[in-house]
């Protein structure tokens, strides 16, 4: 291996391990306020990618007819519930029925395939991030003081449904989307690729803005309080539920946003954000599922060895991958304290 092979693959590891990085966030958030080992995490990626694909290809997102489907069980929810969730079904109806149908009559109106690329990354992140919460809402609040292992097997079932529902909307071929620059840099014998320096940017740009709304905001704070005391924070005023909501919508823009991000990489399929928010979950465990600066370091290692290894040995370089998580579960078991879960 010479240096300019060194250099690409460098630069290939540290890519995908800033989607990576971004994926790890995402879990190591939601398991943190809501103790939900979040397993479909990749199929917002999946979702996102495939939806650009649809809009660039001037077709009907199918995930719109989901996105009206999930809002009007959303809302249903919503009718059945308790008193507070009846005082706010004004807002209900708002955000689960009327936004949806405003937005598939606006999609049915634009000309998809005309729009410029960053317009259309608007639509899909405006299509796929509602459907965060409006899982949260249907599949994990009635659910939400149920212990880690209950929230697991929920997790694992809708994972299950939402990979059934991506091959029904999507179908089983793959699709690859344009980059969102094609400009290419020389640095020595080193070619950047544009949409490289996007994936940089954006990823940084991301967890930058997270920082500053978890440091510097209320709602942010609010969170923060769940994840580090959730009865304390109850006591404290901070509606669980709400803080569930918010944090499904922030893993729901993370996975779009890295769906857009990795879909001209490679081709995308219905069940791919499985093995790539597989990959996100070691990075997580990396950082105890607690650590974002460790999570995202165990990202970029994950990217790194990654890349080396489809050099070395391609055909085992997923097996490389997920066997580092086998140390670094044997560290944790032998360094940390063993308590029961909270009843």
Same mark, same amino acid.
């Given at each position: 291996?010479?240096?300019?092979?060194?250099?690409?693959?460098?630069?290939?590891? %540290?890519?995908?391990?800033?989607?990576?990085?971004?994926?790890?966030?995402?879990?190591?958030?939601?398991?943190?306020?809501?103790?939900? %080992?979040?397993?479909?995490?990749?199929?917002?990626?999946?979702? #996102?990618?495939?939806?650009?694909?649809?809009?660039?290809? @001037?077709?009907?997102?199918?995930?719109?007819?989901?996105?009206?489907?999930?809002?009007?069980?959303?809302?249903?929810?919503?009718?059945?519930?308790?008193?507070?969730?009846? &005082?706010?079904?004004?807002?209900?109806?708002?955000?689960?029925?009327?936004?949806?149908?405003?937005? +598939? @009559?606006?999609?049915?109106?634009? !000309?998809?395939?005309?729009?410029?690329?960053?317009?259309?990354?608007?639509?899909?992140?405006?299509?796929?991030?509602?459907?965060? !919460?409006?899982?949260?809402?249907?599949?994990?609040?009635?659910?939400?003081?149920? !212990?880690?292992?209950?929230?697991?097997?929920? +997790?694992?079932?809708?994972?299950?449904?939402?990979? @059934?529902?991506?091959?029904?909307?999507?179908?089983?071929?793959?699709?690859?989307?344009?980059? =969102?620059?094609?400009?290419?840099?020389?640095?020595?014998?080193?070619?950047?690729?544009?949409? *490289?320096?996007?994936?940089?940017?954006?990823?940084?740009?991301?967890?930058?803005?997270?920082?500053?709304?978890?440091?510097? $905001?209320?709602?942010?704070?609010?969170?923060?309080?769940?994840?580090?005391? &959730?009865?304390?924070? &109850?006591?404290?005023?901070?509606?669980?539920?709400?803080? #569930? &909501?918010?944090?499904?919508?922030?893993?729901?823009?993370?996975?779009?946003?890295?769906?857009?991000?990795? +879909?001209?990489?490679? *081709?995308?399929?219905?069940?791919?954000?499985?093995?790539?928010?597989?990959?996100?979950?070691?990075?997580?465990?990396?950082?105890?599922?607690?650590?974002? !600066?460790?999570?995202?370091?165990?990202?970029?290692?994950?990217?790194?060895?990654?890349?080396?290894?489809?050099?070395?040995?391609? +055909? =085992?370089?997923?097996?490389?991958?997920? $066997?580092?998580?086998?140390?670094?579960?044997?560290?944790?078991?032998?360094?940390?304290?063993?308590?029961?879960?909270?009843?």
């Amino acid at each position: 291996m010479d240096a300019e092979i060194f250099a690409l693959l460098g630069q290939d590891g %540290i890519t995908n391990g800033a989607i990576y990085a971004l994926l790890a966030l995402a879990l190591v958030l939601v398991f943190a306020v809501t103790r939900i %080992i979040f397993i479909p995490q990749g199929e917002f990626l999946a979702w #996102g990618a495939l939806t650009m694909a649809a809009l660039e290809a @001037g077709h009907f997102p199918g995930t719109v007819w989901l996105l009206l489907g999930a809002g009007a069980l959303t809302f249903a929810a919503d009718l059945l519930g308790g008193a507070a969730a009846r &005082r706010q079904l004004g807002k209900s109806a708002l955000w689960n029925l009327l936004y949806p149908a405003v937005l +598939a @009559g606006l999609l049915w109106v634009l !000309p998809l395939q005309a729009l410029p690329q960053v317009a259309k990354g608007l639509l899909v992140l405006g299509i796929v991030v509602p459907l965060g !919460p409006m899982i949260y809402r249907v599949a994990f609040q009635p659910v939400a003081e149920a !212990p880690v292992l209950v929230l697991l097997i929920v +997790a694992v079932a809708l994972h299950l449904l939402m990979v @059934g529902i991506g091959l029904l909307i999507f179908g089983p071929e793959g699709s690859r989307t344009l980059p =969102f620059s094609e400009a290419q840099f020389e640095i020595g014998s080193l070619v950047v690729g544009g949409h *490289t320096l996007v994936v940089l940017a954006a990823s940084v740009l991301l967890i930058v803005a997270l920082y500053l709304y978890f440091d510097r $905001t209320l709602g942010g704070k609010a969170l923060r309080a769940t994840a580090i005391n &959730r009865n304390g924070a &109850r006591l404290m005023g901070i509606s669980p539920a709400l803080a #569930g &909501r918010q944090t499904f919508f922030f893993a729901a823009l993370i996975g779009a946003l890295s769906g857009l991000l990795v +879909a001209p990489l490679t *081709t995308i399929y219905y069940d791919s954000g499985f093995l790539i928010g597989l990959k996100g979950f070691v990075a997580a465990i990396i950082g105890g599922l607690a650590s974002y !600066p460790l999570a995202a370091g165990g990202a970029v290692l994950v990217g790194l060895l990654e890349s080396f290894s489809s050099f070395w040995a391609s +055909a =085992f370089k997923d097996v490389i991958v997920f $066997t580092l998580i086998i140390p670094v579960l044997m560290w944790r078991s032998l360094t940390s304290h063993h308590v029961e879960e909270e009843e």
